[in-house]
């Protein structure tokens, strides 16, 4: 994984006030459960300005939550493939979403899903992607998107709870 996302990833939170974290994909898909791994592994770790959702394959399903939280940022996480090599993750803006012909496994496209939420929470919208080495029916990330998820939980970590946020005190659950 290049260390251009942890930058990336820094720059994006800049401004941060309030966070929602959304793992996309499939459990029984092999390396499509890669950002649902990575929400778990946040669970408990992250403060009460920052929602974790674990949407499977129905981040439609969480639009309501997303609304009601109202969010300054939206972070999916998702398998795709993007010609990358497998466990390598890329930071992509939700605008620059037509200028991919990644290929994701869900029924709505990410693209007009990100609108949505653009459209009525202005927040700032970012899908970080993660190229999968095997999305065959079966339990269990590869190798490699096992390490991406491990890198990228620690990044996310960082940027979520070790700087400071300006962060409004009210909490939502």
Same mark, same amino acid.
């Given at each position: 994984m290049?260390?251009?996302?942890?930058?990336?990833?820094k720059d994006w939170f800049v401004n941060a006030?309030?966070?929602?974290?959304?793992?996309?994909?499939?459990?029984?898909?092999?390396?499509?459960y890669v950002g649902l791994k990575i929400v778990k592994a946040l669970q408990g770790k992250v403060p009460d300005t920052v929602c974790l959702l674990e949407c499977e394959t129905v981040p439609e399903s969480y639009i309501l939550d997303i609304e009601q939280f109202q969010p300054t940022h939206v972070l999916l996480i998702d398998a795709a493939f993007l010609e990358l090599k497998p466990g390598e993750a890329q930071l992509v803006a939700a605008e620059r979403m037509v200028d991919y012909?990644?290929?994701?496994?869900?029924?709505?496209?990410l693209r007009i899903f990100c609108e949505h939420i653009k459209k009525?929470?202005?927040?700032?919208?970012g899908l970080l992607l993660i190229e999968?080495?095997?999305?065959? /029916?079966g339990e269990g990330l590869s190798v490699e998107a096992e390490c991406a998820a491990e890198r990228l939980t620690t990044l996310l970590l960082e940027h979520l709870v070790s700087r400071p946020l /300006? /962060?409004?005190k009210r909490s939502w659950r």
């Amino acid at each position: 994984m290049s260390d251009s996302v942890g930058k990336e990833l820094k720059d994006w939170f800049v401004n941060a006030e309030k966070i929602v974290v959304a793992g996309i994909g499939n459990p029984i898909r092999s390396d499509d459960y890669v950002g649902l791994k990575i929400v778990k592994a946040l669970q408990g770790k992250v403060p009460d300005t920052v929602c974790l959702l674990e949407c499977e394959t129905v981040p439609e399903s969480y639009i309501l939550d997303i609304e009601q939280f109202q969010p300054t940022h939206v972070l999916l996480i998702d398998a795709a493939f993007l010609e990358l090599k497998p466990g390598e993750a890329q930071l992509v803006a939700a605008e620059r979403m037509v200028d991919y012909s990644a290929v994701s496994t869900h029924a709505l496209p990410l693209r007009i899903f990100c609108e949505h939420i653009k459209k009525v929470t202005g927040a700032k919208i970012g899908l970080l992607l993660i190229e999968p080495a095997d999305m065959e /029916f079966g339990e269990g990330l590869s190798v490699e998107a096992e390490c991406a998820a491990e890198r990228l939980t620690t990044l996310l970590l960082e940027h979520l709870v070790s700087r400071p946020l /300006f /962060f409004s005190k009210r909490s939502w659950r």
